[in-house]
């Protein structure tokens, strides 16, 4: 499979790693530093783009990948006000876009966990829920994108009407984002009352399994069309 890197920071290089690994070919890697050679790829010459580049880069990046019927990926959180704009452009040019805010199988295995518990606490009122996020100093975005997507699992199977980085009233989901490093990646998950404190955590002991899942959505992806989701991946997996 020839693969498209667009953004080759730690997370680009750890996905070449693993791609060649699995006999794949890099067939460009597209940085900050050489954006116009991106015109260089199209359909006849890439199976498949892998999108993990920055925020303000990533719509035009995906923009592209569509509009010339590139297949495509993104892991790249902070631009998702645009999200919808691309899902729409997909299904009209009959292209194939591929978004998750977490790659890694534990990461997803986590997503439905929370959800259990969402459910079963939902009818413990004298719980208060919140999550912390801790990442390393590098990462521009806060919440996380997988703390968003943990924050909407547990607002789908609760009471809780929206979150917030700021502590508000019980019905908001008060989200903490801490930013130090080393820090690949954790994500608590909190219910507190008087009595007892509950607490479910995902700790990422470095990039490689959100990297591997990236490579293995890849392969998975580049004989699909439309707008694809982790929850269709996992389906294929049986997860």
């Known amino acids: 499979m020839n693969i498209l890197l667009i953004g080759y920071g730690k997370m680009g290089k750890e996905i070449e790693a693993l791609a060649l690994e699995r006999n794949h070919t890099i067939v460009g890697k597209i940085s900050k530093n050489n954006t116009s050679e991106l015109s260089n790829y199209n ?42 704009e691309i899902e729409q452009l997909t299904i009209e040019k009959g292209s194939t876009f591929f978004y998750a805010s977490n790659y890694s199988i534990g990461v997803n295995l986590f997503f439905q966990l929370n ?35 943990l924050a909407e699992g547990i607002i789908e199977n609760s009471d809780y009407s929206d979150w917030s980085l700021e502590k508000k009233a019980n019905e908001i989901l008060p989200i903490e984002a801490i930013r130090k490093d080393p820090a690949p990646g954790t994500h608590t998950i909190k219910y507190t009352s008087e009595i007892d404190d509950i607490e479910i955590t995902h700790t990422a002991h470095s990039r490689k399994g959100f990297a591997m899942g990236a490579v293995l959505v890849a392969e998975w992806l580049q004989d699909k069309r439309g707008v694809q989701s982790m929850a269709d991946f996992l389906k294929d997996l049986k997860i």
């Not at 892998?50 to 902070?78: D, H, K, M, R, W």
């Not at 079963?120 to 703390?147: C, N, R, V, W």
């Open 115 to 149: 959800k259990q518990l969402a459910k079963l606490m939902s009818s413990q009122k004298q719980y208060q829920a919140s999550i912390k996020e801790i990442h390393h100093t590098q990462k521009k975005d806060a919440p996380s994108g997988t703390a968003i997507t």
């Open 43 to 84: 359909s006849k010459n890439t199976d498949i783009a892998i999108e993990f580049s920055e925020p303000e880069s990533a719509y035009e990046n995906l923009l592209y990948c569509v509009t010339q019927n590139i297949p495509v990926l993104s892991g790249t959180t902070g631009w998702l006000h645009k999200k919808q």
